[in-house]
């Protein structure tokens, strides 16, 4: 599975961002897929997950309310749809993959190349 992660950019705070995943290949639906994300400086973390038919979606503290995971199975695309949008957002954003049921990065075995994100007056 090929990830291919966009949707990045600059944005004021309070403000939106959909960010958006395509992923190769015909067995997309097989997989859990993931956001995560990493600021300057540090470790990579957990933002949202959803089951490969959307039964469930997972959402980290600090997005919940503020952030909303869905997929589009036919159209092999995950998307993140980021509202009210604070400073401590910024980060590069990447896409994952994994048939596990796990919000764990380390079970995630494809990786999109990352989109930035900046939130910022």
């Known amino acids: 599975v090929q990830l291919q992660a966009s949707g990045g950019g600059l944005v004021q705070p309070g403000g939106s961002l959909r960010l958006s995943c395509a992923a190769s290949?015909?067995?997309?639906?097989?997989?859990?897929m993931g956001w995560f994300r990493q600021a300057p400086g540090k470790e990579r973390e957990f933002v949202a997950a959803?089951?490969?038919?959307?039964?469930?979606?997972y959402y980290a503290d600090s997005v919940k309310g503020r952030f909303t995971i869905s997929r589009d199975n036919a159209e092999n695309t995950v998307y993140l749809r980021m509202n009210s949008l604070k400073p401590e957002d910024t980060a590069v954003y990447y896409c994952?993959?994994?048939?596990?049921?796990?919000?764990?990065?380390?079970?995630?075995?494809?990786w999109g190349q990352g989109t930035l994100v900046t939130v910022s007056s």
């Open positions: 290949g015909r067995t997309f639906s097989r997989y859990v």
């Open positions: 959803i089951r490969q038919f959307g039964s469930s979606t």
């Open positions: 994952g993959a994994t048939k596990l049921d796990t919000t764990s990065q380390a079970q995630y075995d494809y």
